[in-house]
């Protein structure tokens, strides 16, 4: 979970694929499954939808919890988080944040059906919006959100990237609130940071037909990492050992350093997001709306 400098992702091996999951009929669980926000919940993306496609899980007190007010899980679900917890705490992960927000539990997921369609992207909508009014709670450098997707054709990285931005875009569309001024709305900026609920993120794309074996997971996947976690490690003067440490590692893992890192800090993050190597003139599909919202200037 880095920022403009490096890639996250590891090779998994489980005894359950997800496909194996999606085969045990996960999304045709019981209604009493979803989420029911709180009575006293100022969640604004609350609509029937995403009541029927949200899933913010979390671990509270060591045990699998659909937040935020704690209810159990079926053990499907449970399958799912294994297998995040076995990508997250392989010894060859390299990313030395993954690792923290694992080894405190200060993560948070999701499990949606379609990338970018109506209903994955109000349950996104409604879950992102819950993690960032519980991020100030949590004592922590390192947390991060997971979307995972049941998505058996998203294989390939340009089919991947499509999805991705897709989604993205629907996420953004739905975004009622000022886009986050510490970062640029403009996906050509080398200050471009994807906002959400006025909260900035650092977006990773993982899959299963990723090239780079850091990208590589048994599910699609979108990891927001906030980019508050990255300025707090340069308030400490530790980013860049931070940085130094994640390419190391992901240099061991690969044998080579993510070719879209070029650049880093010069050119727009956007070129990362996703995860393919992206040409030299690729443009990212990406449109802001500018109606009526403020947004930085950077």
């Not at 539990?105 to 992207?121: L, N, Q, V, W």
């Not at 819950?130 to 004592?139: L, Q, S």
């Not at 940085?243 to 050119?267: E, K, W, Y």
Request: overall charge positive.
């Amino acid at each position: 979970m880095t920022k403009r400098h490096t890639s996250c992702e590891v090779k998994v091996s489980a005894d359950y694929s997800f496909w194996d999951i999606a085969s045990l009929h996960l999304w045709q669980r019981p209604v009493s499954f979803f989420l029911k926000s709180s009575r006293h919940s100022r969640n604004p993306y609350r609509s029937a939808l995403a009541r029927a496609s949200n899933s913010y899980l979390g671990v509270v007190d060591g045990t699998l919890r659909l937040l935020p007010d704690r209810e159990p899980v079926p053990d499907r679900a449970q399958v799912v988080h294994e297998q995040l917890r076995g990508m997250l705490g392989d010894s060859r992960y390299p990313c030395a944040g993954a690792r923290a927000a694992l080894n405190t539990d200060y993560y948070r997921f999701g499990i949606y059906r379609g990338i970018g369609g109506p209903a994955a992207s109000a349950g996104i909508a409604h879950d992102l919006w819950e993690f960032v009014a519980e991020r100030p709670r949590m004592k922590t450098d390192f947390a991060t959100f997971v979307a995972i997707f049941d998505e058996a054709d998203a294989k390939s990285e340009k089919l991947f990237e499509t999805k991705f931005w897709s989604q993205l875009q629907a996420l953004h569309d739905l975004d009622n609130e000022p886009y986050d001024p510490a970062v640029s709305v403009d996906p050509a900026s080398p200050k471009f940071g994807f906002s959400f609920a006025g909260h900035a993120f650092f977006v990773i794309g993982m899959h299963p037909g990723s090239s780079r074996l850091a990208r590589r997971s048994p599910w699609p996947a979108m990891v927001f990492n906030t980019h508050s976690q990255f300025d707090a490690l340069e308030q400490k003067n530790l980013y860049d050992r931070f940085v130094a440490v994640v390419r190391q590692r992901d240099r061991a893992l690969q044998g080579s350093l993510n070719p879209n890192l070029a650049g880093a800090g010069i050119r727009s993050e956007a070129r990362q997001y996703a995860g393919r190597a992206v040409e030299e003139r690729w443009k990212c599909p990406f449109r802001p709306r500018r109606g009526g919202r403020k947004t930085s200037r950077a």
